[in-house]
Every structure is written in C-alpha cells, then in structure tokens.
C-alpha cells in the first residue's frame, strides 16, 4: 500500500505583516530596487553598448551587467522568502544584514578591476557565506560548519593571491583588464604556477572533487542560505575562469586538463547524489556534478556557455532549494511509481537526445566543425538523454502518449536554451575571450569516450551492482564528523 499524507502544514504560517521588524523590510526593498536598477543597466548595454569604468578599479561590462542582474534576482527571491521562513527567529536581523552584504560585495566582485580589490571581494565573499553557514551561534554544529568552510575560502583566497601576485609580476599590470591585455608575456613556469594556482581556487569555491567537502557540510545553513549559496556563491568558480580567460587559455594543454578536472566532478556529482538519504544533500551534491559541468564548458573554451550554464543552473537549484520542503513527503517503500522504459521508450529517449543535439548545433553552429565544439554539443545529447529518459519514466500517461510527447516537450526547451546561449554571448561580445574552441585531439577523443561510458553506466544503474563502490561514495559525500547533528539537543536556535 502507498499513498501520501493530506496535511500539509501544521499551525498558521507566520503573517510577515504584523509586526515585522525594519531591517528585513528596508532591506529587502533595497534589493529588490537593486534589481531594478540592474535590469536597466543590462538593457541600457544591449541597447547602446559601451561600458563605464573608473580606469584601473572598477570595469562595467556586459558580464557585470549580466550578473548584477542574476544575483539581484536571486537575492530578491531569498530575501522576499525569507521574511517568512525567518520570522520569529531570534537571528532574523542578523541573517538579513548578511545576505544583503554578501549580494553587495559579489555585485563588487563582478565590477571589480583592481587586482587588489579583486583579491578582497573574494575574500570578503567567502567570509560572508561562512558566516551565513553559521548564523545560528547557539548550534556548536553550525560554528563548526561555518569554520569548515572558512577554511576552504580563506585557501581560495590564498591560491588567488599567488596567481595575482605572479601575474602583476610577469606582465607589470595591476588591473584585470591590464593582465588580459597582456597575455603575449604569459609562458613557462610562472604561467603555470598563476593558471595553476586559478584553477584550484575556482575548484575550491565551486565545490569541485575534491573540494566538495564543505559544501556537504554545510546543511547548517538556513535553506534560503543554502540556495543563494547553490544558486550564486558556488558559481563564482566559473566567473573567475572567464575573468581571467586569457590566461588560461595560452596552452591547451591545461585546457584539456580543466575538460579532465570537469568531467571527473560532473561525473562523482551524479555519483555522490545516487547514494544520499536527505533532500538537501542529494541537491548539494548535484551541485557538486553540474559545476563540474560549468568547469568542463571553460577547458573547452566556451566562456559564454559556461555562464549561460550558470545562470540557468542558478535560478533551477534556487527554486528547488527553497521548494524543498515540498519534496518531503511520507510514501510507503513500494510507492514509486518509475516505468519500466522498454525497447520503444528506449529508442524514443536516444532519437530524442540525438535530435537535440544536432538542434543545438544548426542553431549555435557549435559541433558543426571539427574543433571541441563537438563535445559541447555531445553535452547537450547527454541533458536530452538523461531528462527525455526521467520523463518517460515518470510521466503518468499511456506509453504511446509519453513517447510522442517527449520530443515535443523537449525540442522547444533547447531551442529556448539555444537563444538564451547566443544573446548572453552578445552581451559579452566585448570581453577578451567568450569563445576559444581548441582543436579536437586524440586526449580530447579519450576523455569523451571514458566520459560518455561512465556516464551511461551511471544512467544504467551499473555502478548499482558494486557494493564496495556504494561504501566508498557514502564515505566520500560524508560532511565533516564536527557539523553533523546527533541529538537534537544540541539544536538551540535562541
């Protein structure tokens, strides 16, 4: 016997009307106006172009537009859906100061030029986020999650500040923008140690393999934290990478090797989330998977799809964090209602994923050449196989009906993501690299061969069989021993 529970709240919401205090309202007006003022500074770029800067501190491009906008929507969102979750909560002032600093200093972040102001908005915006992970004082298990994390931000910050230091060495440039312009003075050694040094840092932030330890660790986080944290902070990664693109893609050697870093966390993500008992860390270590993803866009050169990337990824993990408590419901062990697929739904699912596919490329003109293009396209065959083969497992209509309704469900959405993809690369047109396609190698060839293998054995449940495989991913995606809760007694919110 299945079913589901009828009730679905207990007591009276909070009324956030009566008696809200002034901080949370003042403040979530001011972001929301912040939003407002973002949209039209976006729409005054694609209209008239340009930029403004103070020369050598601060750069308004079409990427800091683009972002002021995203992160502004996203803090709206977490701020308006929090005057109810946090309501009566004795940290209620607190966590909207926060969340309002951290949106500040990332819309910093983002228009930052100056290699020294650039160093301490990232590290001002890993402190902040810690700090939220930690906003209840009175939980030794959140002060413990917030110093694991501050720990892995303060390593992101220091790694950064070796590549800064290294890079205004070599090239005398004390600004991004003078870095970029300088890239013919990049090569040998100290290259290596800044591109290096980059790459680990925007690892370390974007919670990448192996660094994805503190973003597992971090549940103590109140779920509006956690979503500007999944949807916004872990992105930072990938907007450091397209910042300082024309440094990393001087070899394509360490190109490739951003594909390999990528496509390993991508893959242990999907891993990770197979084996996890709770809602928020089965979404966090999805998070895990689809950075990796986001990285694995950058070492093929596509800067533009890798924030088209984030910015779609950022508004779903939103949403599915904050509808999280909607996905908690009380089902009998034999409830699932998953569909056998079967030889048709089979080949409905790959006609589906390979129609897809060559859609993306007729209209983006990616993978229609032979150039690591190809490879992106065969990302958007994988996302079509993986979503067309959930649906029709789990869509509740006749198999006919399901098998016809896949593809007409589907080729919209790419087409939709198509043009998304092509206008937020017009908007950064004017960036040194959006676009910096490496031709295909025989490394190229191996990776995606071991990459399309695994992952279709994941989706078929072969790494199912392997219990020694199963122990292994339950120790690799277990939080620090220091964040986890045992008792509920030691919860004290006041």
């Not at 950058?298 to 950022?314: C, D, E, P, Y």
Request: no cysteine.
């Amino acid at each position: 016997m299945s079913g589901h529970s009828s009730q679905k709240t207990v007591g009276a919401l909070p009324d956030t009307t009566v008696e809200s205090p002034f901080v949370p309202v003042v403040l979530t007006w001011l972001v929301w106006s912040l939003f407002a003022a973002s949209i039209v500074a976006l729409a005054a770029r694609v209209r008239f172009g340009g930029g403004w800067e103070i020369s050598g501190v601060i750069v308004v491009d079409g990427l800091t537009v683009l972002l002021w906008a995203v992160v502004t929507s996203f803090s709206g969102i977490v701020h308006s859906y929090s005057r109810r979750y946090m309501a009566g909560s004795a940290h209620e002032t607190r966590f909207f100061v926060a969340t309002f600093g951290f949106t500040v200093i990332v819309m910093g972040l983002v228009a930052a030029d100056h290699l020294v102001l650039f160093a301490l908005l990232w590290l001002a915006m890993g402190l902040s986020m810690a700090k939220l992970i930690g906003i209840v004082d009175g939980w030794k298990q959140a002060r413990a999650a917030s110093a694991v994390a501050a720990k892995y931000f303060v390593a992101s910050s220091a790694l950064l500040g070796v590549a800064l230091a290294t890079l205004w060495w070599m090239t005398g440039a004390t600004s991004v923008s003078g870095v970029a312009a300088a890239t013919e003075t990049l090569g040998g050694p100290l290259w290596l140690l800044a591109a290096g040094a980059l790459v680990l840092a925007a690892m370390i932030q974007s919670a990448l393999v192996p660094f994805h330890g503190w973003l597992l660790s971090s549940m103590t986080a109140p779920t509006p934290a956690s979503a500007l944290m999944h949807a916004g902070f872990v992105n930072a990664g990938g907007i450091l990478l397209t910042r300082f693109a024309p440094v990393v893609t001087v070899d394509t050697t360490l190109m490739l090797a951003i594909v390999v870093i990528g496509a390993a966390s991508a893959l242990l993500g999907k891993l990770l989330k197979s084996v996890q008992p709770g809602v928020k860390s089965m979404l966090g270590s999805s998070t895990v998977g689809q950075m990796g993803f986001m990285i694995m866009q950058v070492g093929l050169g596509f800067f533009g799809a890798a924030i088209t990337h984030l910015i779609l990824h950022g508004f779903y993990k939103a949403y599915q964090f904050l509808n999280a408590g909607e996905q908690i419901e009380r089902t009998s062990p034999t409830g699932g209602t998953k569909r056998a697929t079967g030889p048709i739904g089979v080949a409905a699912t790959l006609l589906t994923a390979t129609a897809g596919g060559a859609l993306f490329a007729v209209l983006t003109g990616k993978g229609t050449s032979l150039d690591s293009g190809l490879l992106l396209a065969l990302f958007v065959v994988l996302a079509t196989l993986h979503a067309a083969r959930s649906a029709i497992q789990h869509i509740s209509l006749p198999s006919t009906v399901r098998y016809a309704a896949v593809p007409l469900a589907f080729f919209p959405a790419i087409i939709v993501y198509a043009l998304v993809y092509t206008a937020i690369s017009s908007v950064l047109a004017e960036l040194p690299v959006v676009a910096a396609p490496t031709e295909l190698t025989v490394f190229h060839a191996l990776v995606a061969v071991a990459f399309l293998a695994a992952y279709l054995a994941i989706e078929t449940g072969v790494h199912e069989r392997s219990q020694r495989l199963y122990v292994a991913l339950l120790n690799a995606s277990q939080p620090d021993s220091s964040t986890v809760l045992t008792t509920t007694e030691n919860y004290n919110e006041y």
